[in-house]
């Protein structure tokens, strides 16, 4: 496995964890979509990763094997609304490209909607999910080494807390 990409994932699967079990639902989705966005940006070549990016990621390495009740384009949508506003209206959705995403943390029985631009969404299968398409996109760049080099080029520029601050 890619060490980088496995010890990287690791520290902020910790904070993300830590985020819902506390019950900051709202700071663990802001944390999750942007580390999903860093992950689109791990697997292109340019230095700077877009919102096609990000949807390619999901549809190779989310959507193919898990089954969420929502495409790519929702996903951005969401990913947009979450980071910006907080909120489950984004320029997407207003247009009617993407549908809203409201999360869940329980049943969904509570939660009854007859809205055809409406996803209910339970946090945990988004986080059980993107955790397992972390994996795929960890077993992918094993196997391509020109993709696992430009990867582990950009884990090394990223932050790091170090004690000489």
């Known amino acids: 496995m890619p060490t980088k ?3 990287h994932s690791s520290k902020t699967a910790e904070a993300v964890d830590l985020l819902f079990n506390q019950k900051h639902t709202e700071a663990g989705l802001v944390l999750l979509y942007a580390w999903i966005d860093r992950m689109a940006w791990l697997s292109v070549q340019d230095n700077e990763s877009t919102g ?3 949807k390619n990621w999901i549809n190779k390495y989310l959507l193919s094997e898990y089954q ?8 951005w949508a969401a990913r947009c609304a979450i980071l ?4 489950p209206n ?3 959705t207003n247009r009617g490209t993407a549908k809203r995403i409201l999360y869940y943390g ?3 029985h509570k939660f009854v909607s007859n809205q055809e631009d409406l996803i209910m ?6 986080h059980v999910a993107f955790l397992g398409a972390i994996k795929n996109f ?3 760049l094993n196997q391509n080494q020109s993709e696992l080099t430009v990867a582990n080029e950009k884990l090394d520029k990223i932050l790091k807390r170090t004690e000489q601050v």
């Not at 910006?84 to 909120?87: D, E, K, P």
Request: net charge negative; hydrophobic share 35%.
């Open 68 to 75: 969420l009740p929502c495409s790519a384009d929702d996903l």
């Open 5 to 7: 990409l496995v010890e």
């Open 106 to 108: 329980g049943d969904t």
């Open 121 to 126: 969404l339970k946090v945990k299968d988004l």
């Open 138 to 140: 960890a077993e992918h």
């Open 52 to 54: 096609q990016d990000f």
């Open 90 to 92: 984004a320029r997407d």
């Open 84 to 87: 910006h506003t907080g909120s």
